[in-house]
Nanobody
Framework: QVQLVESGGGLVQAGGSLRLSCVAS????????MGWYRQAPGKQRELVAI???????DYVESVKGRFTISRDNANTRVYLQMNSLKPEDTATYYC???????????????WGSGIQVTVSS
């Protein structure tokens, strides 16, 4: 099995910054795309940012220019640098990774348990 563990959330004032981290561990042969999703109360989970195995990135329009996604060279950690935070960024943030546990396995999605980010006005 594969585990994803997020860290770095918390409470911050509007205009502040936070850096989320996610580490993948367990039976991992290769990780492809890694991403961050968020879900606010009463809303659907949305993709915030994604980084492919080749390093290409994409963001939801509302965070472009404020958030930056990156991953380490070992490709087991993904980060989300969040600057100029707004109250509407308040949500539970989830880490996601596409993983092959063995060479012959198909890609499988794994999720972290989520971490709270609260931005006060």
């Amino acid at each position: 099995q594969v585990q994803l563990v997020e860290s770095g959330g918390g409470l911050v004032q509007a205009g502040g910054s936070l850096r989320l981290s996610c580490v993948a561990s367990g039976r991992i042969f290769r990780i492809n795309d890694m991403g961050w999703y968020r879900q606010a109360p009463g809303k659907q989970r949305e993709l915030v940012a994604i980084i492919t195995g080749g390093g290409s990135t994409d963001y939801v329009e509302s965070v472009k220019g404020r958030f930056t996604i990156s991953r380490d060279n070992a490709n087991t950690r993904v980060y989300l640098q969040m600057n100029s935070l707004k109250p509407e960024d308040t949500a539970t943030y989830y880490c996601n990774a596409q993983v092959k546990s063995r060479t012959w396995d198909s890609w499988k999605d794994y999720w972290g348990s989520g971490i709270q980010v609260t931005v006060s006005s």
